[in-house]
């Protein structure tokens, strides 16, 4: 059984259920060699939720590749103009290979950051510079490579590999003094 805290959104690693809260995605060198050990993981969502998740860097995203398209006369995503620019609704309806690529190559720390703070998570505030208890030292599953996206019975399904770690981002440089 998986582990459940957003409505029909779940996250299994090594088999095993994951707090969807305490997801993350690997933000720089996506996708490269990992020096810790990596482990399988299934991230479910349906698909009626992924446009609530993605709607709005999706839409800018889609925009901002609109305007460059026009500006530079020639597209990085011929697929996405060639399918008229459509929305996320309109892509699950009948793009889904592009979507799922986008998904991948552009999307999926958006993804993680949705999932994440509608399972309730929320990054604590800072009181001062350097404030040590506002760091983040959640523990994370940290998506290091999405292998294989794919839609089954209403579900978009992601495969993959990832680490498990504890980081603790300081949020400015400082002794923590006032």
């Not at 029909?8 to 933000?27: K, M, S, T």
């Not at 993680?112 to 009181?127: F, L, V, W």
Request: negative net charge; contains cysteine.
């Amino acid at each position: 059984m998986m582990f459940e805290q957003e409505p029909g959104i779940c996250c299994e690693v090594n088999g095993q259920p994951h707090p969807l809260a305490f997801l993350d995605c690997r933000e720089l060198n996506y996708g490269q060699h990992s020096v810790l050990p990596l482990h399988p993981f299934r991230l479910s969502v349906p698909e009626a939720a992924l446009a609530g998740l993605l709607d709005e860097p999706f839409n800018s995203f889609v925009q901002d590749c609109r305007e460059d398209d026009l500006q530079y006369e020639e597209s990085d995503l011929p697929a996405l103009r060639d399918a008229g620019y459509p929305d996320i609704m309109a892509m699950l309806a009948g793009h889904r290979p592009l979507l799922a690529e986008m998904i991948d190559d552009f999307m999926i720390g958006d993804l993680m950051c949705a999932i994440g703070r509608a399972s309730g998570y929320c990054r604590p505030r800072a009181r001062y510079r350097g404030d040590v208890e506002a760091a983040d030292g959640r523990a994370y599953f940290t998506v290091n490579q999405v292998e294989k996206i794919h839609f089954a019975a209403g579900q978009v399904i992601l495969e993959g590999q990832g680490y498990y770690g504890v980081y603790v981002i300081w949020l400015t440089h400082g002794d923590g003094r006032k």
